[in-house]
């Protein structure tokens, strides 16, 4: 799944995950299984993390080897997060081979959709659970339902730290629309309105996907 930050890719994915029974895996998860394992995989990734660095192509793909097409890995999934670009994405290509992907999905949001969305996340200080207080405010402004901690927007979360996230995404990751378009597995939904809209826009088109694989 891949689209812009705040294009509802996690949303749309878990929602994805419950109604086809797969995992939802996100690059942000492998790389906290990683470090739980504690292997030389996990502690290189925790070494990048902990630097505040960009784990390299190589240590991501390695992760998300290890976590999506390992011993014991699950044998459909939601991928969320990765390949963020086309090194990524023929990575990817080559671990699902033969089968390969039933379909990539681009939620296409417009730029001033995702800087609103993003621009209203608060985040608990205390347990990290996370509201939108346009379409998941909590029920008391400013504290969080789960354990009463003050909310806060994340300093990534302002539109400046937004609009520089937007641009590394145009130079590195957009291009793979075009990549996976000439893959012919692409489709691209509209991921402009409520949550509830964008899930069966995005479930009508894995079922277009699918039906098309079994033909």
């Given at each position: 799944m891949i689209g812009r930050q705040g294009s509802g890719k996690g949303t749309q994915a878990e929602r994805l995950s419950a109604t086809y029974g797969v995992p939802h895996v996100s690059t942000g998860e492998a790389f906290r299984a990683a470090v739980k394992d504690g292997n030389e995989l996990g502690r290189a990734v925790q070494g990048y993390l902990q630097r505040g660095e960009l784990v390299p192509d190589d240590v991501v793909t390695a992760v998300i080897k290890e976590h999506v097409?390992?011993?014991g890995a699950p044998e459909g999934f939601v991928l969320?997060?990765?390949p963020r670009n086309i090194a990524q994405a023929e990575a990817?290509?080559?671990m699902a081979a033969?089968?390969?992907l039933d379909v990539v999905l681009d939620l296409e949001a417009p730029v001033e959709e995702v800087l609103r969305r993003l621009s209203a996340r608060r985040v608990c200080s205390r347990c990290g659970a996370t509201y939108n207080l346009l379409s998941g405010p909590p029920k008391q402004p400013g504290t969080c339902d789960v354990c009463g901690g003050a909310l806060y927007q994340r300093e990534d979360d302002t539109e400046q730290a937004i609009r520089r996230r937007l641009?590394?995404?145009e130079s590195?990751?957009?291009p793979l629309i075009n990549w996976y378009r000439e893959h012919r597995c692409l489709m691209t939904v509209d991921a402009t309105g409520g949550p509830d809209d964008?899930?069966?826009r995005v479930e009508a088109a894995v079922e277009a996907a699918l039906d098309g694989r079994a033909a």
């Open positions: 097409f390992g011993p969320d997060g990765y990817l290509a080559t033969p089968r390969g641009e590394l995404y590195e990751t957009a964008v899930a069966r």
